[in-house]
């Protein structure tokens, strides 16, 4: 009985690490300037974009590749436009702040921990209205980090509604 289910272990420990390898071969390929994501938010937006099209479904638990829940999304807009910059006061002589208009995808996130993904319905796949996307721990952290800087970045009222956390990723450098 064990000596049979040590190759299938075999052969799923050495097809996670050809997907690593081709992961850590193609991914800097993509994120270098003269390619087609220049930042990884970007990267990320069209991941959550593309990923929500083609499960037809707004809501995402992104998994590590050993299938443990991490972040559970809710995409609210599939189009809008932030700005960074900076607020001065009117008083003040300095010239105009320089404000920098991108566009975005907008979100609700839950971030889960082990204890929230084991009671939540959602991260356990009891909630079939929520596709699924599986990619290695590193990006799945990187994710988080991406979306609780962009909830950062809004002013403290708007960074949560109930459970979730508001956040958004940058779709280009640019409109």
Sequence with gaps: MIAS??????ITIVATLVVLAVIQ???PFYLSNSCRFSDMS???AQLVLSSCEAQSSLKL???SLNKTP?????????YIVAAMGELRDEENESPQPEIRPFPAVKMLYKVFDAQSA???PRANGEDS??????VPFGCCMQLIEHLLLSSHSLPVPCRS???????????AEFV
């Design 161 to 171: 509604v109930g459970q979730f956390y508001v956040g958004f990723l940058k779709m």
């Design 42 to 44: 970007i990267f990320f």
């Design 118 to 120: 084991a009671s939540d």
């Design 5 to 10: 289910k040590r190759p299938r272990l075999l």
């Design 70 to 78: 991490h972040l559970l999304i809710w995409l609210l807009d599939s």
């Design 25 to 27: 071969k193609v991914l």
């Design 129 to 134: 209205s929520v596709g699924l996307v599986n």
């Design 61 to 63: 638990v992104v998994r």
